[in-house]
T-cell receptor
Framework: TQLLEQSPQFLSIQEGENLTVYCNSS?????LQWYRQEPGEGPVLLVT?????EVKKLKRLTFQFGDARKDSSLHITAAQPGDTGLYLC??????????FGTGTRLQVFP | ETGVTQSPTHLIKTRGQQVTLRCSSQ?????VSWYQQALGQGPQFIFQ???????GRGNFPPRFSGLQFPNYSSELNVNALELDDSALYLC????????????FGPGTRLTVT
């Protein structure tokens, strides 16, 4: 059983549409991160959220950490083909061990 | 500033063989973490090395072992390879034993036949 479950697993949308990816757990995390990974490359850190209820914006991307620090969401406004990739949430549970989610593969068509 | 590099890029091994993967950390970083990413899944933490000492381990058997050198580069060794070991192996470097910001290398794609 994965500690961090992401949904949806796959998402295929047209350019200009909005989307939300969810990352859920029954456990509390001290911090949550979101990464994007493209084929042939390692994950690239997009954002870190550390406070329950925290919202961070990165251009068209909005990240939220749940009040109870058990879940997070990533919202993309007006998706572009360049947003295509594997989106991974990951969290720390008071240790040095980074736990990754199951991943959401996003495809944005022009 | 040089990023995280890994070698080799791809590797094909036979079941039962041994393999060594290498990682050079980003300049100024003293911590290296290794992850296994099976196809279509998120990375799984194998272990972390901080200043040449193991600093945490995930749920991987002892045939997965590692090493960190004085220049903070690192090796991942896997003995008695199994078919299920086929995966992308990622290393990530950071500064400090517990850091929020890890920088990942491009990975080594290992195929076990």
């Amino acid at each position: 059983t994965q500690l961090l479950e992401q949904s949806p697993q796959f998402l295929s949308i047209q350019e200009g549409e909005n989307l939300t990816v969810y990352c859920n757990s029954s456990s509390v995390f001290s911090s949550l991160q979101w990464y994007r990974q493209e084929p042939g490359e390692g994950p690239v850190l997009l954002v870190t959220v550390v406070t329950g209820g925290e919202v961070k914006k990165l251009k068209r991307l909005t990240f939220q950490f749940g009040d109870a620090r058990k879940d997070s969401s990533l919202h993309i406004t007006a998706a572009q083909p360049g947003d295509t990739g594997l989106y991974l949430c990951a969290g720390y549970r008071n240790t040095d061990k980074l736990i990754f989610g199951t991943g959401t593969r996003l495809q944005v068509f022009p | 500033e040089t990023g995280v590099t890994q070698s080799p890029t791809h590797l094909i091994k036979t079941r039962g063989q041994q393999v060594t993967l290498r990682c050079s950390s980003q300049s100024g970083h003293n911590t290296v973490s290794w992850y296994q990413q099976a196809l279509g899944q998120g990375p799984q933490f194998i272990f972390q090395y901080y200043r040449e000492e193991e600093n945490g381990r995930g749920n991987f058997p002892p045939r997965f072992s590692g090493l960190q050198f004085p220049n903070y580069s690192s090796e991942l060794n896997v003995n008695a390879l199994e078919l299920d070991d086929s995966a992308l192996y990622l290393c990530a470097s950071s500064h400090g034993g517990a850091s929020y910001e890890q920088y990942f290398g491009p990975g080594t794609r290992l195929t076990v036949t």
